[in-house]
């Protein structure tokens, strides 16, 4: 496997990385335009910030939140709330342009009705990263994570259902979206410090939208 930090995603192509788990190349790339003004009216309402681990680590990755349950995290635990805690009112709704695309992603890569409740948004600059972890704080684990890539690229790290299981590598470039469900639902994932190779669009960031039916 070659890992291409630069070029442009195979668009129409799908890497599968399990039985029931791969990436859709560039499928997002005809919503671009419509998913940033989007996006942009999201951070006003819910801006990105920091948040605490349970460790009490400082995260790299910034984020926020849409729609019904917003995925945070505390000296308490990781837990999804329906408000936004840095204001205490609800998160933004998810925008029509999200859904759409959250849609017909699950179900080109095998998974029809596909309904979440939870939209993910992390920043990762130059030096973010995402260590290696499962996506257990769901309580419908039936659904599958849809993924979705924009600005600067990523070393995506795909392993197994143990932490210390072999794992995969690959990029996710803009507009790739990476889908895992069914047997392949609960395996260890994880993004590698991002270096810093602006986007056109949107220069040393790499925003990801992660979508998720939590209740
Ligand atoms: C996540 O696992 O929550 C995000 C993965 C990514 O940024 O690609
Ligand atoms: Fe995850």
């Known amino acids: 496997m070659t890992l291409d930090l630069f070029g442009a995603s195979d668009t129409g192509t799908y890497d599968r990385m399990g039985s029931a788990a791969g990436i859709l190349r560039g499928f997002a790339l005809p919503d671009v335009d419509a998913l940033l003004p989007a996006l942009a009216d999201i951070q006003a309402a819910s801006p990105f910030r920091h948040m605490i681990t349970p460790g009490g680590f400082t995260m790299s990755v910034a984020l926020s939140n849409c729609e019904t349950l917003g995925w945070t995290s505390d000296r308490f635990g990781y837990r999804y709330s329906r408000v936004d805690p840095s204001h205490g009112r609800p998160w933004p709704a998810m925008?029509?342009?999200?859904?759409?695309?959250?849609q017909r992603a699950a179900a080109a890569a095998g998974f029809d009705?596909?309904?979440?409740?939870?939209?993910?948004?992390?920043?990762?600059?130059?030096?973010?990263?995402?260590?290696?972890?499962?996506?257990?704080?769901?309580?419908?684990?039936?659904?599958?994570?849809v993924s979705v890539s924009l600005g600067m690229a990523a070393v995506f790290v795909f392993g197994?259902?143990?932490?210390?299981?072999?794992?995969?590598?690959?990029?996710?470039?803009?507009?790739?979206?990476?889908?895992?469900?069914?047997?392949?639902?609960?395996?260890?994932?994880g993004v590698l410090p991002m270096v810093d190779a602006p986007h056109p669009l949107l220069g040393s960031q790499r925003i990801?939208?992660?979508?998720r039916k939590a209740a």
């Open 113 to 145: 009705g596909f309904a979440p409740d939870a939209c993910l948004i992390n920043r990762y600059v130059p030096g973010s990263r995402l260590s290696l972890h499962q996506d257990k704080n769901e309580v419908d684990s039936s659904a599958p994570i």
């Open 95 to 102: 925008p029509a342009v999200f859904l759409r695309l959250a």
């Open 208 to 211: 990801n939208l992660t979508f």
């Open 160 to 189: 197994g259902h143990a932490r210390t299981d072999k794992c995969f590598r690959t990029s996710l470039l803009h507009g790739d979206v990476a889908v895992w469900g069914g047997e392949d639902r609960m395996r260890y994932h």
